[in-house]
């Protein structure tokens, strides 16, 4: 089992950037695709970025796409989103979340484990 706990989130101007980090306990980061998720009040739960289970492979939502990054470090069981140009429509809460052992790949159908959420609040 893993647990996932995010940070680095805050409030930021329009333009600005920050960086989401998540780290577990528990099996190694290595068997899980990861994901990033975020909600905004009101709106379903969106997959945001992912990334496979050895980092080759990323995909992003069409709306962040160019302007955020997923990383990961598996050696520090981490996972990583730099969030550069942001925008107000970026303001949701962000979560972390790790796909099921046997896909290599997030999606909202095969969440393992999720994180706590982060709040990220971008003004204009």
């Known amino acids: 089992q893993a647990h996932l706990l995010e940070f680095g989130g805050g409030s930021v101007q329009a333009g600005g950037s920050l960086k989401l980090s998540c780290v577990g306990a528990?099996?190694?980061?290595?068997?899980?695709?990861m994901g990033w998720f975020r909600q905004a009040p009101g709106k379903e739960r969106e997959l945001v970025a992912g990334?496979?289970?050895?980092?080759?492979?990323?995909n992003y939502a069409d709306s962040v796409n160019g302007r955020f990054t997923i990383s990961r470090d598996n050696a520090l069981n981490a996972v990583y989103l730099q969030m550069n140009s942001l925008k107000p429509e970026d303001t949701a809460v962000y979560y972390c979340?790790?796909?099921?052992?046997?896909?290599?790949?997030?999606?909202?159908?095969?969440?393992?484990?999720w994180g706590q959420g982060t709040q990220v609040t971008v003004s204009s």
């Open positions: 979340a790790a796909g099921r052992v046997s896909h290599d790949y997030v999606s909202s159908d095969n969440i393992e484990y």
């Open positions: 528990g099996r190694p980061f290595s068997v899980y695709a």
């Open positions: 990334i496979n289970r050895n980092g080759v492979s990323t």
